[in-house]
């Protein structure tokens, strides 16, 4: 665990700006998540949600600023490199090695966890570490529950179970933070639902989650805070609550397409039994209260 | 069964001397089939477990071959600046090992070198390698002999203190030695695809950012591939080497490349026994076909033999045979289908 205070963010975004030729694909971001918070970042699309992410995991080298994660710069470190330090994401679209089945996937997702060395493996010395490794894919299965289709295909299943692999992925490497790209995409309602459960399950075992979402109601449910990206800047960040009644966020809506209105309007209109899922640890029971409107 | 056919194989290949009655031509048609077959075991490792296909392979088997040749005879060369090396012959067995070690260190070369850029800029370097290897054996006359051939490669000599020494100089022996080395290097191969390692590679070759993004280093992996698969080729040039006791330039020509390439895509590229059928197959195609027609006509049929193997079976033989023998599994969802909810436990 890190020294700091309990209040220091373990992940701070400064100033990062990106741009790909004239292009201004993130203005100046600038915001911080602490150690334990569901934040979730929305936005239209183009906003820069998913180049954010990009920059965070050393995919994309910003134009400018800096992310520091657990006080660490990121500036530099190749993408497997950032997922050692803790910080784990997953895909929007191909979030799976699809020849192979999602046991395999989930094997190959333990990468980082053992140290066998190619000596050992040539004499045979690394079968204890593959039984562990066995045993450990097997938990992750359960965790996401994807167990009955352990020895399917990846590339086989349907998205929502794909986005599911990906989670598992991800979890394997033991991450303290996760970012999730859009990750019931694809979903139906059900799906969703169960997803929700997941995402505090991972919260509950101390994980922190950042979040990029286009499910208004999902995003509302989950997040304990929540920050609006638009046009590459940020224009609003704060609880559900705040974010919903937001005539600036409102307006970045408003401002596309019907889908999105729509979608905006949903977001406003959300029936809330409880007032807004801030820190209320949720059981299972709550989290299905919650979600029974999607 | 696919535990079972290997074993078979390999014990029907360590019988087979036993029924040809020590006919010479056979016996050398086999151990020549069986040297290109390590070098296309070899290649699957990078073309079928990594996907990069690496056309100037040929340039490692010939490493091998020259640098087992060079330290076994011996040589003396003119560096410029005065310096002279000289070269007193070293047994065989240490040729061989130095091959493999040579042959090894240029596959971190042209792994440093070109698996930053990957794809089509690899195939690209191997190819400009492996001429440029081609292009020193043939001019450095000196160490070389040049096209004059290196001559008079002595056999290897195997040996354990105390039992006494073996000197394989018959067809008998040099298919034993071909065979045991065949088999090593597949059973090496088995381990490190089902290993961490292996996992790795197949994790890159599928979906690269994901591989990435679980904490796996894609430029050591793949370099890692590319040692081991060079050294188990340089290994494959000695035995060439010292079973034919007289090497030319002409190890590296292409065309024993592009053989190679046939032999992993017929037999089933990113599987083991691919390779291995593939190799006993396009080896020893020629075998079959020599009474029956010229040599010019042999190659329009090896090539119609592969339009014909991939056209019926585009994945390969080892692949496509096997999809034969299992009946079609049920229940293999269609993508994108409607799912049940899944159960979460936490």
């Known amino acids: ?294 | 069964m696919t535990r079972l056919l290997p074993l078979a194989l390999l014990a029907g290949l360590a019988l087979l001397p036993l029924g040809l009655d020590a006919n010479p031509y056979l016996l050398n048609a086999l151990i020549t089939t069986g040297i290109l077959t390590i070098g296309a075991m070899s290649l699957n490792l990078l073309l079928g477990f990594t996907g990069q296909l690496s056309l100037g392979h040929i340039a490692f088997f010939g490493i091998g071959a020259y640098v087992s040749a060079l330290t076994s005879l011996g040589f003396e060369v003119e560096l410029g600046f005065g310096i002279r090396v000289v070269h007193e012959p070293w047994p065989a067995a240490l040729g061989f090992l130095l091959a493999v070690v040579a042959a090894g260190l240029c596959g971190w070369l042209i792994g440093r070198l070109s698996f930053r850029v990957r794809g089509a800029y690899f195939v690209i370097v191997t190819i400009s390698f492996a001429e440029v290897v081609r292009l020193v054996a043939l001019n450095w006359v000196e160490l070389t002999q040049g096209p004059l051939a290196l001559t008079g490669i002595p056999a290897l000599t195997l040996g354990l203190p105390g039992l006494g020494s073996w000197t394989l100089r018959t067809k008998v022996q040099n298919y034993y030695l071909v065979l045991a080395v065949g088999t090593l290097c597949y059973l090496m191969i088995a381990r490190l695809v089902g290993s961490r390692f292996g996992r790795a590679m197949r994790g890159l070759k599928e979906n690269e950012s994901l591989a990435l993004s679980v904490g796996i280093n894609a430029t050591r992996t793949l370099t890692v591939a590319a040692v081991i698969s060079a050294a188990m080729a340089g290994a494959a040039g000695s035995l060439y080497a010292h079973y034919l006791r007289i090497i030319d330039p002409d190890v590296f020509l292409f065309a024993t490349t592009v053989t190679m390439v046939i032999m992993v895509v017929g037999g089933g590229k990113g599987t083991l026994m691919g390779p291995v059928v593939g190799g006993l197959v396009f080896g020893l195609l020629p075998v079959a076909l020599r009474p029956v027609m010229a040599p010019e006509a042999q190659w329009i049929v090896f090539g119609l033999v592969l339009i014909a193997i991939l056209f019926v079976m585009p994945r390969g033989l080892v692949p496509g045979l096997a999809g034969l023998l299992t009946p079609r599994r049920r229940g293999e969802a269609p993508t994108g289908s409607a799912i049940q909810p899944v159960e979460v436990r936490s």
């Not at chain 1, 400064?14 to 971001?29: C, M, N, S």
């Not at chain 1, 997922?83 to 699809?98: A, C, D």
Request: glycine letters at 8%; charged letters at 20%; zero cysteines.
């Open chain 1, 1 to 294: 665990m890190t020294s700091s205070a309990p209040e220091s963010p373990i992940l701070s975004v400064e100033h990062v700006g990106v741009r790909f030729g004239g292009l201004v694909a993130i203005a100046d971001l600038h915001f911080d998540v602490r150690p334990g918070e569901i934040v979730s970042l929305i936005g239209p699309n183009g906003a820069g949600k998913t180049t954010a992410f990009n920059v965070m995991t050393g995919f994309l080298r910003p134009s400018q600023g800096v992310v520091r994660f657990r006080g660490t710069a990121l500036t530099g470190l190749q993408p497997h490199e950032i997922v050692r330090l803790g910080l784990s994401r997953t895909f929007q679209r191909t979030s799976v090695f699809p020849d192979d089945t999602v046991f395999d996937n989930v094997m190959i997702g333990l990468h980082r966890r053992t140290r066998s060395r190619l000596v050992d493996t040539l004499l045979g010395r690394d079968r204890a570490a593959e039984r562990r490794l066995r045993a450990e894919a097997r938990d992750l299965l359960d965790r996401v529950g994807l167990t009955a289709r352990a020895d399917e295909k990846a590339g086989a299943l349907a998205y929502g179970e794909q986005r599911l692999v990906g989670v598992a992925l991800a979890l394997a490497t033991e991450p303290a933070m996760l970012l999730l790209d859009e990750p019931v995409s694809g979903m139906n309602a059900s799906e969703t639902r169960v997803f929700v459960r997941l995402i505090r399950a991972i919260r509950a075992r101390g994980v922190t989650i950042l979040l990029v979402e286009h499910d208004m109601p999902m995003v509302m449910e989950v997040s304990d805070r929540i920050a609006v990206l638009n046009y590459g800047r940020l224009i609003a960040q704060g609880a559900p609550a705040e974010i919903r009644s937001d005539p600036a966020v409102i307006e970045a809506y408003l401002g596309q397409g019907s889908a999105a209105r729509e979608a905006a309007m949903r977001a406003a209109s959300v029936p809330t039994p409880v007032p807004a899922p801030m820190p209320v640890p949720a059981t299972p029971e709550t989290a299905v209260a919650e979600a029974s409107h999607a």
